[in-house]
């Protein structure tokens, strides 16, 4: 469509997960019209992530050193560990302010069609940390769809002969929604989860 560097720019923004071609397209405008002060910041920004963010060695969340913040906490408990699929997982639980454990991220979750399988996840370095035999419980917070259901219940029957206790996030109705617009699904796992008050 247009030439040379500005196609260039539409073709790699649109590149990124969650951008289209006409986004691509926006974006690559507003940065062709913007301040090159505010331009040369991204770069940066763009620049040193790749060269300073690495993988924590014990949870595999991002890390600007060897370990990550939350690794590095000494008031954390090691004794509950919480598997997420991903680092902005991690992110989401840590904005509830309700969970003081240690994670555990898989960097992905299995999805046979997309070639995703077990040994594709750092699932092998999850059982040597749990062999370690200081968790007692482990939470699996991958997310509530087919490939997260897949890889949890992958995980809970690699993990049960060890004797952890093995928990699921629970999920249903989000707060505020209304019972009419719920799909099945998310109604009986609502009902499922259920709770006395």
Do not use: W
């Amino acid at each position: 469509m247009y030439e040379g560097a500005i196609q260039d720019l539409i073709d790699e923004l649109g590149r990124l997960p969650g951008v289209g071609p006409k986004s691509a397209q926006r974006i690559a405008f507003h940065v062709l019209s913007a301040d090159p002060a505010d331009v040369n910041r991204l770069a940066t920004a763009l620049r040193k992530v790749k060269e300073l963010v690495r993988f924590c060695t014990i949870c595999f969340n991002v890390a600007e050193s060897e370990q990550c913040r939350i690794c590095r906490d000494v008031r954390r408990t090691n004794e509950v560990l919480c598997v997420v699929e991903e680092p902005k997982d991690v992110v989401a639980i840590e904005r509830t302010g309700e969970f003081r454990g240690r994670y555990h991220v898989l960097g992905g979750a299995i999805n046979p069609l997309e070639g995703v399988g077990p040994d594709q996840l750092r699932i092998r370095e999850l059982l040597l940390r749990l062999g370690t035999g200081e968790v007692q419980e482990l939470i699996l917070a991958t997310d509530p769809n087919t490939e997260g259901e897949a890889t949890a219940t992958y995980l809970a029957l690699m993990v049960k002969p060890m004797g952890i206790k093995v928990t699921r996030l629970a999920s249903g109705l989000p707060v505020g929604g209304d019972l009419e617009y719920a799909d099945e699904i998310t109604l009986g796992r609502a009902f499922e989860g259920r709770r006395a008050i």
